[in-house]
């Protein structure tokens, strides 16, 4: 195999991993009818406790991704990713024929669903940390564009799993998608190491900060701004996206006018990361990009808390994608770019930062609604903004 041939293998195997991340990590969510119906028949709580060992495991496994590295290497990590992405899909399409039958009951159902969020944030956090760092590896010089065009084919991933889930369980059955996603893991996991660690892992040209250790207080605390970038971000992201439909609700909008919305926020935020983030650096710097990116979304907050219209929430709630698409791969880019030498590492730091803010933006908006309008509350998370763009400027330094 030529030395072309196996790079495009490993650009393949990297993009081909993020696309399968993104169809089976919206799967529960894709499901909830089904799991709340007969033979499953879960509670609101039993299918909301789903979601807590996958967000668990996803920061943890993130977190441990550079150590793992360091023992097994980058294409170990990979590879355990992958492993338990099978496992978690085989788990769950298992779980439709347990929910079925008589002697299994819905218990052993249940417990199955548990283990495959479980096994599915693990894949998740080995994945994204180990995929960020090939692509990056892969096309240096062009790592932002790598980097975003990774969680741009991630992000699309998830709009289009429930449209294909919906469309195989109206011919078939809602498990086959799993099944085929679980095939596509597995068949990626018997690749031969296109991917490997002599080949990959490093950005070539780049060193660490002249004469600091990698493990010194200084570059902590540059990574931890990184970090804290990316909670807060991934709280106003979770704060978009997982209300919309609800806000839509309360503003009295049809069903389909908060489905719309949603659609186009995930849709404006993958097609202006794939734009923004392949645009030539001469046309658009990705440092002014990145101290943008915070003023826009603050002015899409002040927008979606005064929407009046169906077609007004559509909009809004559009420019809230194309505002929020750029600012995390940006920030995984930087990072990448300030810690060559601990890639894995960083990247598991920032997927972990990235879940647990999703965790928090998804869920502190609901219990604040005891005291205040949800339009209210999306008026005052445009403050949000002012650490962003804080956040930007120290950490997209140099």
């Known amino acids: 195999m030529t030395t072309r041939v196996r790079r495009w293998a490993r650009v393949g195997t990297v993009y081909a991993a993020g696309l399968l991340q993104g169809f089976a990590f919206v799967l529960i969510p894709a499901l909830g009818g089904v799991l709340q119906k007969a033979p499953f028949n879960l509670s609101a709580g039993s299918y909301g406790a789903l979601f807590l060992p996958e967000t668990v495991g996803a920061i943890a496994s993130a ?11 980058g294409q170990g990590v990979f590879r355990l990713g992958l492993a338990c992405n099978v496992a978690a899909a085989a788990l769950l399409a298992g779980s439709a024929a347990a929910a079925g039958a008589a002697m299994a009951g819905g218990n052993v159902a249940y417990a199955m669903l548990l283990a495959e969020t479980t096994l599915l944030g693990f894949g998740f956090g ?3 940390s180990v995929t960020n760092h090939f692509a990056a590896a892969l096309f240096p010089g062009n790592d932002i564009a790598a980097v975003t065009v990774l969680n741009a084919v991630i992000g699309g991933a998830t709009a289009v799993s429930p449209l294909i889930l919906q469309a195989i369980e109206t011919s078939w059955a809602w498990w086959v998608w799993p099944l085929l996603i679980g095939a596509a893991f597995l068949l990626l996991l018997a690749l031969p190491r296109v991917a490997n660690d002599r080949e990959a892992p490093v950005v070539p040209g780049r060193s660490g900060p002249s004469g600091v250790s990698a493990q010194s207080p200084s570059i902590r605390r540059r990574l931890m701004l990184f970090a804290i970038a990316v909670l807060i971000y991934a709280v106003v992201e979770g704060s978009f996206g997982s209300w919309v439909s609800l806000y839509g609700s309360v503003l009295r909008f049809a069903p389909r006018d908060g489905a719309w919305a949603l659609a186009a926020f995930w849709g404006a935020m993958t097609v202006f990361r794939v734009v923004l983030g392949a645009a030539p650096r001469r046309w658009l710097s990705p440092r002014v990009l990145y101290l943008v990116s915070p003023v826009a979304m603050a002015a899409c907050f002040i927008a979606a808390s005064r929407v009046t219209t169906p077609a007004g929430l559509v909009l809004a709630f559009a420019a809230a994608g194309a505002a929020c698409s750029i600012y995390y791969p940006f920030s995984m880019s930087f990072a990448l770019e300030a810690f060559p030498d601990a890639q894995t590492r960083t990247a598991g730091v920032l997927v972990a930062a990235l879940m647990a803010g999703e965790g928090l933006g998804s869920w502190f908006l609901g219990p604040l609604q005891q005291w205040f309008a949800l ?6 998370s445009a403050l949000w903004g002012v650490p962003l763009l804080w956040l930007a400027w120290r950490a997209g330094r140099g």
């Open 375 to 380: 339009a209210d509350l999306y008026a005052v």
């Open 126 to 128: 080995l994945n994204l």
């Open 63 to 73: 977190l441990v991704a550079g150590q793992l590295e360091r023992r097994w290497g």
